[in-house]
Structure formats: C-alpha cells, structure tokens
C-alpha cells in the first residue's frame, strides 16, 4: 500500500471494484444502468428475481424513487376517499327525517333499546359511541350486531355521523364510486324526535312500545336470539375440540339447529349441540374417518339425536343460563324485559310455544 501511495481505505475500495463484475443482458428499466455484483450468489438471486419479474430489472434508485411516487399517489387517493366519505356522511345526515319514537314498530323498538343499553355511558344526547365497543355486549355474534345495527339505519333511525378509518366503506362500483356500509368503523346518532320530544326519555318511551307485546313479533326475535346463541355456543364448542367452525359450521348445521329449536327450548339445544360435538371429537381421536367425513356427520348427528330422545321421552336438561356480566345484552332484554320470567323463559320457551307463551 506503501508503494502504491494508497490509504487503506482507498485499497480496500480498489480491491472490492476489481472483484464486481456488471451483468450484461439486464437493464434497469427506467434509467438503463447495468446491475453490479460480487458474489455468484448474488448473481444467482439477480437473474432469478428478472426471469419471475417478466425480465423487468429496476436498480435501487429507481425502485426507490417508484416506491415514493406509489406513496403520494396513495395519499392523493386517501385524501379524495376522505373527502368522498365526509361528503357522503354530510348527505347522509340532511336525508335524515324526523322520527316519532311512540309509533315506532315493536322489532325496530327492541333493537333500538338493546343498542342503548349496550351502549351505556357511551350514549350521550343523540350520538352513540363507536360499534366496536358494544359488540361483545350486544349480541351472540357479531354478525347479528351488524344485522342490528343495518336495520336500524334502514328504517332511517340511526345514521352514522364520523368513521374512524376509511374500512368503514369499500367500493362496490369504481366506475360511478358507489359505497358500501360497514358499520363496525362509525359512530352513530339517533334521527331527530319529532315534536321536540325530549331524548332523554326515549329508553322509558321504548319500554312503553315493548310492553305492548306483539306475540308474532317476540316469535321472530325469539328465533333470531336462540339461532344465534346456539351459533355461539357452537363456535365455543368448536374451539374447546380444536375443530375450524369455519370448516363444520356449514348451512345444514344451521338448519339442524333450527330444527332443533322448534322443538325444544335454547338451553336444551345446546345440551344437544355438547353431546353431540363429544361424539365427533371422539371420532376424531379414534382416527377411523378423515375430518371432512367427520365434519359432515355434525349435521345429521345433531337431528338424529334429538329425534332419538324425543321419540323414547328422554329427559333433555336444559344448559345453565350464563351469568348476567356475560349473557349479551339482548339475550337478556328478550327473555327478562320481554317474556318477563327469566330463567324460567329462558328454559322453557320453543318454537312450538313461543306464540302461546303469553296466553
């Protein structure tokens, strides 16, 4: 190095150049230099990642200075979207007509007072905090929450206010920039009461719609409760057994479940639904049938047990009611504030009763 009249640091450099080598036949697309390198591995990597990228090479400039111009071009695209949506919540909002709470239906009644008792401090004057807080509490699923809440805001008695994230929306059309509602991202609040009619007194209001039962009414909100326990209490058994409810959940379980409760009570399907989930995992465990043949059984399994039992009048113990902190606030609602005896609806209410339970 002495003899050369280099630095250590100028040979380390000279030596390194000597030993890369520019690949020819690859290009950068975009400003045309040749990549460089070192080492036969990297060789091997650069020719692999050109042949699976259609023969297209952009050196680390360039693949840069693309990766910022994608960002802004991204941001323009949040910043329209945001406008997009504050736009559309504002239109959403003027549409909205006076509500007269006393003549609302008895269904749209029942939803309206679950989500503000699940909504509890979180409800203030007309707005109701984001959705996600109150779907634990709420309902069974969350699929049942966001049936709720749909409902509600199609009959036009809430309409969301504010999103916190633009998922609250997907694009159903580009061409004519259509949105879909989601309402897990939003928050919400009440129409405005006609006659200026204090809010304050809406849960009261609510209740006095409620008393007046409307036997058809009840069946159809009793079905939906009990179909959706039933469809929670399935997904708990599915995670205890380590089975996907993905997988064995499936449109004929439902139906057997439904049949299941035209015959019996909630808590005694769900006795059904435990014996009948021990079974197939013991299958599982045997190893004699491969899980889809398994998971197909589910179905049939659960009617041929019920009808079984009901045919040689065997006793079905209806499951433990949980407690009030984890029962969902319109599971509760229905059978305490609606049907009226607790425990005692809860146990012994089905679809061959439900009708008759107030007679």
Same mark, same amino acid.
């Given at each position: 190095?002495q003899e050369?009249?280099?630095?250590?640091r100028?040979?380390?450099a @000279?030596?390194?150049?000597?030993c890369?080598?520019? %690949?020819?036949g690859i290009?950068?697309?975009?400003c045309? $230099?040749?990549?460089?390198?070192g080492a036969r591995q990297?060789?091997? $990597?650069?020719?692999?990642?050109?042949v699976?990228?259609?023969?297209?090479?952009r050196?680390h400039?360039? #693949?840069?200075a693309?990766?910022?111009q994608? +960002?802004?071009?991204a941001a323009?695209?949040?910043?329209r979207?945001q406008a997009?949506?504050?736009?559309?919540? $504002?239109?959403?909002r003027?549409?909205m007509?006076? %509500?007269?709470?006393?003549?609302l239906?008895y269904?749209e009644?029942?939803?309206?007072?679950a989500?503000?008792?699940a909504?509890?401090e979180?409800w203030?004057?007309?707005d109701?905090?984001l959705m996600?807080a109150?779907?634990?509490?709420? $309902?069974?699923?969350?699929?049942m929450?966001?049936?709720?809440?749909m409902?509600?805001?199609?009959q036009?008695?809430?309409?969301?206010?504010?999103?916190?994230s633009?998922r609250?929306f997907?694009?159903?059309d580009?061409?004519?920039?259509?949105?879909?509602?989601?309402?897990f991202e939003?928050?919400w609040?009440?129409?405005?009461?006609?006659d200026? +009619?204090?809010i304050e007194?809406? @849960?009261?209001?609510?209740?006095?719609?409620?008393?007046q039962?409307v036997? #058809?009414s009840?069946?159809?909100?009793?079905?939906?409760v009990?179909?959706?326990?039933c469809?929670?209490?399935?997904?708990e058994l599915?995670?205890?057994?380590r089975f996907?409810k993905?997988?064995?959940?499936?449109?004929?379980?439902a139906?057997?479940?439904r049949y299941c409760?035209?015959r019996?009570?909630l808590?005694? %399907?769900w006795?059904i639904?435990?014996?009948t +989930?021990?079974?197939?995992?013991?299958?599982?465990?045997?190893?004699k049938?491969?899980?889809?043949h398994v998971?197909?059984? %589910?179905?049939?399994?659960?009617?041929?047990?019920i009808?079984?039992?009901?045919?040689n009048?065997?006793a079905?113990?209806?499951?433990?009611?949980?407690?009030?902190e984890?029962e969902?606030?319109i599971?509760?609602? @229905?059978?305490?504030k609606?049907?009226?005896k607790g425990?005692y #609806?809860?146990?012994?209410?089905?679809?061959?009763n439900?009708?008759?339970f107030?007679?």
């Open positions: 190095m050369t009249g280099l630095s250590q100028d040979f380390l @000279l030596v390194g150049a000597s890369r080598s520019y %690949v020819y290009i950068c697309h975009d045309g $230099a040749r990549p460089e390198v990297q060789f091997a $990597a650069l020719t692999k990642s050109f699976s990228k259609g023969h297209l090479y050196c400039v360039c #693949a840069k693309e990766q910022v994608q +960002m802004a071009k323009v695209e949040e910043e979207r997009q949506l504050a736009e559309w919540l $504002a239109t959403i003027g549409q007509a006076p %509500v007269d709470y006393r003549t239906g269904t009644a029942f939803f309206l007072y989500v503000l008792i909504a509890g979180r203030q004057g007309r109701i905090s996600p109150q779907v634990p509490n709420l $309902a069974p699923t969350a699929e929450a966001t049936a709720i809440y409902h509600l805001y199609k036009g008695i809430i309409a969301p206010y504010s999103s916190s633009l609250f997907d694009d159903v580009e061409a004519s920039d259509e949105l879909n509602l989601s309402p939003a928050s609040t009440l129409a405005t009461p006609v200026g +009619m204090p007194g809406l @849960l009261v209001l609510l209740e006095n719609v409620l008393n039962r036997p #058809a009840i069946a159809d909100l009793w079905t939906m009990a179909e959706a326990e469809e929670r209490y399935f997904g599915c995670e205890r057994y996907s993905e997988a064995v959940f499936s449109k004929k379980v139906e057997s479940i409760l035209e019996v009570s808590p005694q %399907v006795n639904l435990w014996y +989930m021990r079974e197939i995992a013991a299958l599982v465990q045997e190893g049938y491969i899980r889809p998971y197909n059984m %589910v179905a049939g399994n659960i009617r041929r047990d009808d079984r039992k009901l045919a009048n065997y079905i113990r209806p499951w433990a009611r949980p407690r009030q984890k969902p606030i599971t509760g609602v @229905l059978f305490d609606i049907f009226g425990d #609806a809860f146990e012994t209410v089905s679809g061959k439900v009708v008759t107030f007679e």
